[in-house]
Nanobody
């Protein structure tokens, strides 16, 4: 069993930045791929970014490439999502997730555990 707790969401103006954190319980963090998803009101949950166990490989949705950066600190059992140049269309609940398989497969939504989500609101 893995528990994921997100933090760092909030209200920010367009063009601003936020950093989300995802703290994971358990001893298996370094053996798991980590990822972020988001769900805007009235829309389906969508993939945002994923990172491999070692942090070597990262994957991003086209809509966030060049603006968002995913990273992880295996010593702290924590994954991060640095979000820069935020736009109103980035407004959503952001979810942390983990996969015992590959980070690549997280792009298809393949995940074992999910966090409860944190709200990000970008005002224009």
């Amino acid at each position: 069993q893995v528990q994921l707790v997100e933090s760092g969401g909030g209200l920010v103006q367009a063009g601003g930045s936020l950093r989300l954190s995802c703290a994971a319980s358990g001893r298996t963090f370094s053996s798991r791929a980590m990822g972020w998803f988001r769900q805007a009101p009235g829309k389906e949950r969508e993939f945002v970014a994923a990172i491999s166990r070692s942090g070597t490989n990262t994957y991003y949705a086209d809509s966030v490439k060049g603006r968002f950066t995913i990273s992880r600190d295996n010593a702290k059992n924590t994954a991060y999502l640095q979000m820069n140049s935020l736009k109103p269309e980035d407004t959503a609940v952001y979810y942390c997730a983990t996969n015992s398989g590959s980070a690549y497969d997280m792009q298809k939504g393949t995940c074992d555990y999910w966090g409860q989500g944190t709200q990000v609101t970008v005002s224009s």
